[in-house]
T-cell receptor
Framework: DARVTQTPRHKVTEMGQEVTMRCQPI?????VFWYRQTMMQGLELLAY????????DSGMPKDRFSAEMPDATLATLKIQPSEPRDSAVYFC??????????FGSGTRLTVV | GENVEQHPSTLSVQEGDSAVIKCTYS??????FPWYKQELGKGPQLIID?????GEKKDQRIAVTLNKTAKHFSLHITETQPEDSAVYFC???????????FGKGTRLSVIA
């Protein structure tokens, strides 16, 4: 089965450090999403792209988060500087259009 | 924007019994309603979806019903098995053109 690949699976970092998470969407999927999952807030949309163009990043703290798609096979989410409240599981998902999202296994981020 | 409420937050059933999870949404324009299953340490996986031109859809032991007038939809799992134990999320969007908004999830435990 085709899958969305996320790296790293786990990341522990110190407050103030830069964190980069990567996502390889399914080949042929033109829409890529970044969601953050916490116990309190559930699954929250951070940003999404269609045909590599950013459509909405209103869910991200702009001063510290950035999302890019340098090419069709790679999406990145960066946090700089990281803070303890950023600790969460970050999911990438891809879709052909807007239906049938396929999620990756997530990056579990711990900021100490 | 869209808001999706999901109930209950936890549900325990005996193996072989049925389980029902309910969601309500706020935006009457929403017309796509998927359900995702998340197992421990994994990303959410699509299990069934429904679009607003139908009121019910069934796939083996899983069914989803939609009431557009009342703006609610439900997941029904019959003959539950221990492997059905997971967290289930409902979601809603408009024609797949807006990102999915997720409910907070229901932790289902099937007791053998």
């Amino acid at each position: 089965d085709a899958r969305v690949t996320q790296t790293p699976r786990h990341k522990v970092t110190e407050m103030g450090q830069e964190v980069t998470m990567r996502c390889q969407p399914i080949l042929g999927h033109n829409t890529v999403f970044w969601y953050r999952q916490t116990m309190m807030q559930g699954l929250e949309l951070l940003a999404y792209f269609r045909n590599r163009a950013p459509l909405d990043d209103s869910g991200m703290p702009k001063d510290r988060f950035s999302a890019e798609m340098p090419d069709a096979t790679l999406a990145t989410l960066k946090i700089q500087p990281s803070e303890p409240r950023d600790s969460a599981v970050y999911f990438c998902a891809s879709a052909a259009g807007g239906y049938g999202y396929t999620f990756g296994s997530g990056t579990r981020l711990t900021v100490v | 924007g869209e808001n999706v409420e999901q109930h209950p937050s936890t549900l325990s059933v005996q193996e072989g019994d049925s389980a029902v999870i309910k969601c309500t949404y706020s935006d009457s324009a929403s017309n796509y309603f998927p359900w995702y299953k998340q197992e421990l340490g994994k990303g959410p996986q699509l299990i069934i979806d429904i679009r607003s031109n139908v009121g019910e859809k069934k796939d083996q032991r899983i069914a989803v019903t939609l009431n557009k007038t009342a703006k609610h939809f439900s997941l029904h799992i019959t003959e539950t098995q221990p492997e059905d134990s997971a967290v289930y999320f409902c979601a809603a969007s408009y024609s797949g053109n807006t990102p999915l908004v997720f409910g907070k999830g229901t932790r289902l435990s099937v007791i053998a």
